[in-house]
């Protein structure tokens, strides 16, 4: 449910990419199947899901065929896509059936040990991971822990209904995959040439927020991976461009947080981080100033009411606080507090109750400051360990650079 609306789930990458797997494997060991078969297999999230087999091909010792990407009600940039599996025989070794079957149960470390006979590779348009702190080694296909385990107990599963000993080799394609990649955060990640075959439960639970969160996740994770021990996080473009262009730091990375400010904070403190600078516009940090860690208008905008109770701490006449709740956007509130001439004022009050939530979000664990701005105003100010964290971020991006010269 979606504001009291009921949404279609639907299935990942990842399922289509075993679904397919399984029916090419079994067609490579010799089973028939009527154009309406359906492929039938169970979801890690226990869902049982009957999937339509599309451009089967066969060959001499290979076949595959496609499943086409359903995400339901989701907004997801992958929506009908192709994912393609092509099953091989190969020359090798049996393995032990026993060790696979226990491989599976044990992790995606044993998975790439004890598949002998079994071996997945990623083809057209399946991105290939570049940098570390990614769920996959640098070099592989993005094909993530979860999708990589369906596919694989998928063609065991044949191999045993076949009573199979050979060697298989599985790859999976996305014709348009590179594409659609541009538009996701697979390059920022250091994932190339295509998409990432993802699912943790097999299922796309519609508008997911959770999905965004886990990309922030990620790319925290890859800084992480790259040596970094303090972050930017911004909200968003605007927020990245006015650090770029403003504080000399053109090449720091930034994480884009979106409305997610609380989810951010959370992770960097369990990550381990040393300090976070946090940029934004004041529309969306003013929020923060109150508690609000999701900024999502959705929730609430009581951006104008935040302004007004620091506009009457800071000596605002009622008529000046009448006409800041009347407002409609926060460039014209700060001409509001101009005229009236408390801007410094006020804003001092919204840092200082900005700069008191953040550090309590990360419990006093590591330097957290902010910085504020508006698009017509430009900077507004900034918290009392901004300048210091400004000063970290510069020697980290000066010992990034001399060890890579």
């Known amino acids: ?18 679904a397919a797997a399984q029916r090419a494997a079994a067609m490579v060991l010799g089973a028939s199947f009527s154009p309406e078969d359906k492929i039938v297999l169970t979801a890690p999230k226990g869902v049982r899901l009957e999937l339509d ?25 992958t929506n009908g896509i192709l994912v393609y599996a092509r099953v091989s025989k190969a020359d090798g070794g049996t393995g032990p059936r026993k060790k696979e079957r226990e491989a599976l149960r044990t992790g995606v470390t044993v998975l790439r040990e004890s598949f002998p006979r079994i071996t997945l590779d990623g083809g057209i348009g399946v991105g290939r991971v570049t940098k570390r702190g990614l769920s996959c080694p640098v070099g592989e296909a993005a094909i993530n ?14 191999c045993e209904e076949f009573d199979y000993e050979g060697s298989l080799h599985v790859e999976i394609s996305v014709p348009g995959g590179e594409e659609i990649a541009r538009k996701t955060f697979n390059p920022q990640l250091g994932v190339l040439g ?4 993802l699912g943790t439960s097999g299922i796309v639970e519609p508008m997911s927020d959770q999905a965004l969160v886990d990309t922030i996740k990620v790319k925290m994770d890859v800084r992480k991976a790259d040596g970094a021990e303090y972050l930017v996080i911004t909200p968003g473009n605007y927020g990245e461009a006015f650090f770029k262009t403003n504080m000399a730091l ?3 990375d930034t994480i884009k947080c979106g409305n997610f400010i609380g989810e951010a904070l959370d992770y960097a403190e369990h990550s381990g981080f040393k300090g976070v600078l946090m940029v934004g516009h004041i529309g969306k940090l003013i929020k ?3 508690g609000i860690m999701n900024t999502h208008s959705r929730y609430g905008d009581a951006r104008m009411e935040i302004l007004g109770a620091h506009a009457a701490l800071a000596g605002a006449a009622k008529e000046t606080i009448k006409e800041l ?39 006093h664990s590591m330097e957290i400051g902010a910085m504020i ?33």
Not at 1 to 18: E, F, I, P, V, W
Not at 71 to 76: I, L, N, S
Not at 145 to 158: A, F, G, N
């Open 194 to 197: 295509g998409i990432s075959i």
């Open 53 to 77: 087999a599309l451009d089967p091909e066969i060959g001499e010792g290979w076949a595959s065929c496609a499943v086409r990407k359903d995400a339901g009600d989701d907004p997801d940039i």
């Open 1 to 18: 449910m979606k504001d009291n609306q009921r949404l279609r789930c639907g299935y990942t990458t990842g399922t289509c990419a075993a």
């Open 250 to 252: 053109p090449d720091i």
């Open 145 to 158: 822990p979860v999708p990589r385990r369906m596919i694989l107990e998928q063609v065991l599963e044949v």
């Open 288 to 290: 923060v100033a109150a």
């Open 325 to 363: 709740l009347a407002c409609v956007t926060m460039e014209d509130a700060i001409s509001v507090l101009d005229r009236a001439g408390i801007r410094e004022r006020t804003l001092q009050s919204v840092l200082n109750k900005l700069d008191f939530h953040i550090k309590e979000r990360v419990h």
């Open 373 to 405: 701005f508006s698009n017509h105003h430009g900077y507004l100010g900034e918290t009392a360990d901004a300048p210091l964290l400004r000063e970290r971020l510069s020697a980290g991006a000066r010992r990034e650079d001399s060890e890579i010269s």
